[in-house]
């Protein structure tokens, strides 16, 4: 009995009340899912996913779809850089959605693409809530990266003894790049460049310049269908999907 009253206080979970969990998915292939992560969409009873649009389809929710047929699953639109909306009013409204199903005793699983910790939109979900909400009770659980999923596809080690791993958002000019890959230079640095995407030219500008495009890595759409994972040089598009990352090992 003590025993099952510690793992209750522990996790932060109370099997009779309606809560709210954060799932990671992976990157998006369905085979990457978590164990803890299809727990926790078995035991919920309503799937919250983003969308950018309402006319388009959730990355998130396609990789577990097979495990959400019979459940409610509700889209919710998120900023994503939508022009013209307000971020916050945009992020309270998705807040007062679940929170709805919630009070109302339902268990909430709200999907996130890859890692819950990693540019995670739905950081702002739980931000809100905590905030104005400290009632409800929400747990958290982390996906596979694409990050180390393409690392892992090709043998890359993200980080060794005496290196340092910096993971930042793709810069949008040829001067903070270039200055990024310049202070890491004989620093033992791997440097993870997320969301190249449209930043791709000037990029590839960059690597070429810095003599450094034969050893960069590039992962794209990491987990799904039409996944490309090579050397930066091979790579002859002038564009890339949103979904894409450079890893660079400097020394």
């Known amino acids: 009995m003590l025993i099952k009253q510690f793992l209750k206080v522990f996790t932060g979970y109370k099997s009779d009340s309606a809560s709210l969990t954060v799932v990671g998915v992976g990157p998006g292939d369905p085979s990457l899912l978590t164990i803890a992560a299809l727990n926790a969409i078995k035991k919920a009873k309503v799937i919250v996913f983003p969308i950018s649009d309402d006319n388009k389809k959730s990355f998130a929710a396609e990789i577990v779809k097979k495990h959400t047929k019979f459940k409610k699953n509700v889209p919710i639109i998120f900023p994503m850089a939508r022009e013209g909306f307000d971020p916050d009013e945009i992020w309270s409204n998705a807040v007062k959605k679940i929170v709805k199903f919630i009070k109302n005793g339902e268990s909430v699983v709200l999907l996130c693409l890859?890692?819950?910790?990693?540019?995670?939109?739905s950081s702002n979900i739980l931000r809100i809530i905590k905030n104005t909400y400290p009632e409800i009770i929400t747990k958290t659980i982390p996906g596979i990266s694409s990050l180390s999923a393409a690392a892992a596809l090709n043998d890359f080690d993200l980080v060794k003894k005496g290196e340092t791993l910096i993971i930042k958002e793709c810069p949008s000019s040829n001067s903070e790049l270039t200055s990024l890959i310049r202070e890491s230079k004989g620093n033992k640095t791997v440097l993870a460049i997320m969301k190249v995407g449209k930043r791709w030219k000037l990029v590839r500008e960059t690597l070429e310049k810095e003599d450094i495009i034969k050893t960069s890595l590039i992962a794209l759409s990491v987990g799904m269908p039409d996944?490309?994972?090579?050397?930066?040089s091979k790579y002859k598009k002038d564009f890339m999907p949103y979904f894409s990352l450079i890893l660079i090992r400097l020394h």
Do not use: K, R, V
């Not at 890859?114 to 939109?121: C, M, P, V």
């Not at 996944?227 to 930066?232: L, N, P, R, S």
């Open 114 to 121: 890859g890692d819950t910790s990693l540019f995670a939109s």
């Open 227 to 232: 996944q490309i994972i090579q050397y930066a």
